[in-house]
């Protein structure tokens, strides 16, 4: 079963002391086990660090069996045992006990609503490996590979929904004893067949046209097919294969603008997928229901240099910010890339030069060296550098530089290309340079680039670990989506960074994350509508010093509608 015993004298087969000799485990906890083992656990582990999350209490899969497992601790008064149920990703949602002393017997063993008990956590046992195998479990108390869970036997079965095929979540049974007794088996497929007979009763008339709608299209259509509704998702055999986890949460992100659009306008556009593949992508609501219909064909590569594949400027093609910048490549004329800061300025004046040499003049440095040394260094790279200079951050610049910066755009031997906050917050002196400038682009912050995170924080994971096998996992690249940003790119980074240092192998969840950027995992991001709407008003609040009666004057609405926007994007300028 293992190559090599990592708990000698505690396990349950025999051991010399270095490999085992005699395996007696069963073949399904063998495997639990070796999974544990590899996400880390010892038997020692203790279960006093598992993550507690807010949750729906009264969520559709709590209504669904609330009124079953009440019948159930009927049945089993007069017993010492505990049921546990738990969502899809093993966050426990309700606990039953028959008397107060199993009741502290599985808290203090962490089995309390709110907490996450995944397999990567607790080890092997019916709560958290049912998710993993999507088989029914039953787990005798040496079973179980941390120490603290060996006093407890268990069974636990998934629960699928009966229309969507969707695992759902786990039922598990549990009493402090050294073997599971053989009834709890059909105890509980009694109540799952009771609880999915009710998720069929209750299932609405919207699901089964989605599930309808789905067949429909995936007989009829060639390519990936995927339906995505609230809480739903159907794929055929195709978009199975062509489909990363980073794919869905950008799916999900273009759902959000499709059910926002008026009419059944179907939405059309080319998509760069996870693995760098591109698509033809259409889109469109199904009627009489908040679901979205995806179809994908993968469109024949088109010819883009490697310096181009490699940028972090939107390489997804619903955006043309990184062809415009390869395109700039050819020109001599002087180039203005505005943004927020944090944006990718100074990388994007790497994709504007290509292959050619580059040099930084920062105008933050005018304020240490003074204004004629730093003229003269601008002046001597202008008429010497064969290749770019890139002046950055050129809204720090005086009055009188920008002059003489203006004066050299038109002779420069070298590429001038200027980097700068955007257009509209730059001084009337500094407009006037920018304005000098033929080509300009403008960077959009992140927060207006959410379709395209899951790709950017792939890449990013390459940049700092290029070694590691490790994925973000959908409900974390949501929880990045949701958040505004205001860093940019370079916050970005810092977070992946961060998280690939205390986070070795497999997937990073939302638990992963530092813990500043879990708060907003529950919130969708803004739609493209939502995300101006929320700019302009943080920009009117600040312009006017926070006072919203002016906020609201500035902007043409009245302080009702302005108070009532705010609470709804949750702007907290």
């Known amino acids: 079963m293992f190559d090599a015993c990592r708990t000698p004298g505690r396990c349950c087969v025999r051991c010399d002391g270095d490999r085992q000799t005699s395996p007696r485990l069963r073949p399904e906890i063998a495997e639990s086990w070796r999974r544990v083992t590899e996400a880390g656990l010892a038997p020692e582990t203790k279960l006093d660090r598992v993550p507690h999350h807010d949750f729906d209490r009264q969520g559709k899969l709590m209504r669904s069996t609330s009124a079953v497992l009440d019948d159930l601790v009927n049945e089993l008064q007069d ?16 606990t039953r006990y028959t008397d107060r002393r199993v009741g502290s017997a599985i808290e203090s063993i962490g089995v309390v609503p709110g907490n996450a008990y995944g397999e990567e956590l607790t080890g092997t046992n019916a709560i958290a490996t049912p998710r993993e195998t999507r088989k029914g479990l039953l787990v005798h108390g040496e079973e179980h590979f941390l120490e603290a869970l060996k006093k407890f036997s268990c069974y636990g079965m998934p629960i699928v929904h009966p229309v969507t095929r969707r695992f759902e979540g786990v039922l598990d049974i549990t009493g402090v004893m050294p ?16 609880i999915t007979q009710r998720m069929l009763d209750v299932s609405s008339r919207a699901d089964k046209l989605l599930l309808a709608a789905f067949q429909n299209a995936a007989k009829q259509r060639s390519g990936a097919v995927v339906m995505i509704a609230d809480d739903l998702v159907h794929t055929n055999p195709t978009a199975v294969d062509l489909l990363q986890a980073a794919d869905h949460a950008v799916l999900r ?48 590569p088109r010819g883009r240099g490697p310096a181009a594949r490699r940028t972090l400027v939107s390489e997804t093609p619903s955006f043309s910010v990184d062809d415009e910048l390869v395109r700039l490549r050819d020109t001599r004329s002087p ?28 105008a933050v440095q005018v304020s240490s060296v003074g204004e004629g040394e730093w003229g003269a260094l601008l002046d001597d790279l202008a008429a010497t550098h064969d290749g770019v200079v890139a002046v950055e951050e050129i809204q720090l610049l005086p009055a009188t530089l920008c ?31 920018a304005a000098s400038c033929v080509s300009r682009v403008e960077l959009p912050p992140l927060r207006r680039r959410h379709q395209e995170l899951p790709w950017l924080v792939r890449a990013m994971v390459r940049e700092h670990s290029p070694e590691a096998s490790l994925r973000f996992a959908p409900s974390a690249l949501a929880a990045l989506a949701a958040r505004q940003w205001p860093g940019n790119l370079r916050e970005l980074s810092m977070v992946v960074r961060h998280t690939l240092e205390t986070h070795s192998a497999g997937d990073i969840t939302v638990a992963d994350l530092p813990e500043t950027y879990r708060s907003s995992a529950q919130r969708r991001p803004l739609t493209p509508m939502e995300q101006a709407e929320h700019d302009a008003i943080v920009a009117a609040l600040r312009a006017t010093g926070g006072n919203k009666r002016q906020a609201a004057e500035h902007l ?5 509608t302005l108070y009532r926007r705010i609470r709804a994007l949750k702007i907290t300028v």
């Not at 007794?181 to 009771?194: E, K, M, T, Y």
């Not at 180039?335 to 920062?362: C, M, N, W, Y």
């Not at 910066?405 to 955007?422: C, I, K, N």
């Open 179 to 194: 073997r599971a007794n053989p009834l709890f088996v059909p105890l509980i497929q009694h109540a799952i067949r009771d």
């Open 79 to 94: 017993t010492s045992l505990s049921l546990v149920l738990t969502d899809r990703d093993s966050q426990i949602i309700d």
């Open 556 to 560: 043409g609405i009245g302080r009702t």
């Open 335 to 362: 180039v203005l890339i505005s943004g927020e800061p944090g944006s990718g300025r100074s990388h994007a004046v790497r994709v504007v030069a290509g292959d050619k040499p580059v040099t930084f003049l920062d």
């Open 403 to 433: 002059v003489r910066l203006g004066g050299l755009l038109a002779r420069s031997s070298a590429q001038l290309v200027l980097t700068s906050v955007p257009p509209d917050e730059l001084e009337p002196h500094v407009a006037t340079l």
């Open 253 to 300: 992100t273009i759902a959000e603008d499709v059910s926002d659009s008026p009419g059944d306008r179907r939405l059309m556009r080319r998509l760069r997928l996870a693995s760098g593949r591109v698509v033809k992508l259409e889109a469109h609501r199904v009627e009489g229901t908040s679901g979205t219909m995806f179809h994908l064909i993968p469109s024949p």
